[in-house]
């Protein structure tokens, strides 16, 4: 599920020009991630994430950011090992992934869930189904990101928003990751961008207000023949410093670091028509936690 000042972004949000459906429920999605070594699957050798040091994060992060930057501007190398998940908290236990055996919600706010509980497990069920949603492919067209934008975020914070990322989606940061500049896709391909939570951690709470982290994974890319920018997993974390607000928990801010990533396995880089009919034929998950 971090952006440079040079920006303008300042404590604002989370795209740059620069060139998240959920978990738990029945449906569980399944797609082969590329190989570490062997190529990306489209006839070229793999090239290393570019760094993502040069970026601060801004209020109501949008969570494949770093994932669509470096993607679309491949060809430097990595950062430093640092990915900034060190922070305070208890440590899980074996039931941090056990099922809870808790209903999950059925309010919905647009196509969001809503109506989490009023405590520690709503607080992390939140702050997963927002990290999916604010990863998603909605994000890269104006109407749907304010949508999501609203459904996710504290009131208070939802205009600045919406203004540091209407600069943010800009038509030359999406012509960087292989749409058209009005945020439409090329005739031919399916573009990619699912963030897929690994893992919750309550960081804080108190009363009104949580922080939340969560570890996720996600694909981001352009899928079929003749694509330039191929699919590509990413891993990073998310804290979202949540607030109860009208009867829910809502981002106040937010931020992400990379990792922890794991190492790659040895599954062979499927070809772009095979993701790309993953893509089509695999829904996301529809609730988180």
Aim: charged share 20%; proline share 4%; with cysteine.
């Amino acid at each position: 599920m971090s952006l440079d000042d040079d920006n303008g972004y300042g404590k604002g949000s989370g795209r740059t020009d620069d060139a998240y459906s959920t978990i738990g429920g029945t449906r569980q999605t399944r797609t082969r991630l590329p190989d570490g070594e062997g190529g990306d699957g489209y006839g070229a050798p793999r090239r290393p994430a570019r760094t993502s040091r040069s970026m601060v994060t801004v209020v109501g992060v949008v969570v494949l950011l770093i994932a669509a930057i470096a993607f679309a501007n491949m060809g430097g190398g990595r950062g430093d090992a640092d990915n900034g998940s060190g922070s305070a908290g208890s440590k899980p236990g074996s039931s941090s992934t056990a099922a809870t055996g808790t209903k999950p919600v059925t309010g919905k706010n647009g196509s969001i869930p809503s109506g989490f509980a009023h405590d520690e497990q709503g607080a992390q069920s939140a702050a997963s189904n927002y990290a999916v949603a604010l990863g998603s492919v909605g994000m890269f067209n104006a109407e749907t990101r304010r949508s999501i934008v609203q459904s996710t975020h504290d009131p208070a914070v939802v205009d600045n928003l919406l203004t540091a990322l209407t600069k943010a989606y800009s038509p030359g940061f999406l012509k960087n990751v292989g749409l058209n500049e009005d945020g439409t896709t090329p005739g031919g391909l399916t573009f990619v961008s699912r963030t897929i939570p690994v893992g919750t951690k309550v960081v804080e709470q108190g009363g009104d207000t949580a922080t939340v982290e969560v570890w996720c994974t996600g694909l981001v890319g352009m899928a079929g023949q003749g694509s330039t920018k191929p699919v590509t997993a990413t891993w990073f974390t998310i804290s979202e410093k949540l607030k109860w607000v009208g009867g829910d928990w809502r981002i106040e801010s937010s931020s992400q670091t990379e990792g922890p990533t794991p190492v790659n396995g040895d599954n062979r880089a499927s070809t772009a028509d095979e993701i790309a009919g993953a893509v089509q034929g695999y829904g996301g998950f529809t609730y988180a936690r």
